[in-house]
């Protein structure tokens, strides 16, 4: 399937799905810059992996927000669901685990005000 193929697909199933206009461009947006993107990607690498560099691209060389990263593997996510229907262990962004801001820094101990969630 090339990528004019790829997006056709993926309007066909949105549309399908009744979904909203805006979804649509939005999500053929980030299937074309991830197909975009894989072409630097080294293709040796597992999907899972592939996914991972680009949205660490995103962040690191874009540096775009946490929902547009969301978007962006959300898009990618609906694609390899629906149109290619290959499914893996993606694991949603939201079920990383939290740290409190003295972790994120790398400080050596909690301060006072820190509470880990139970």
């Not at 399908?16 to 197909?35: P, S």
């Not at 874009?62 to 929902?67: F, I, M």
């Not at 959300?74 to 390899?80: D, E, K, Q, S, V």
Request: with cysteine; aromatic share 12%.
């Amino acid at each position: 399937m090339n990528a004019n193929q790829a997006i056709d697909r993926m309007r066909q199933v949105i549309r399908r799905q009744h979904k909203a206009l805006a979804t649509e461009d939005a999500y053929v947006l980030w299937l074309r810059r991830y197909m975009k993107a894989l072409r630097q990607i080294p293709p040796q690498l597992s999907s899972e992996k592939k996914l991972e560099k680009f949205l660490t691209d995103l962040a690191l060389d874009h540096d775009v927000s946490a929902s547009t990263q969301n978007q962006a593997f959300n898009a990618i996510l609906f694609f390899y669901r629906h149109i290619i229907t290959f499914t893996f262990p993606a694991p949603s962004l939201r079920s990383l685990p939290y740290l409190p801001l003295n972790f994120r820094s790398g400080a050596s101990r909690i301060g006072p005000t820190a509470r880990w969630p139970c």
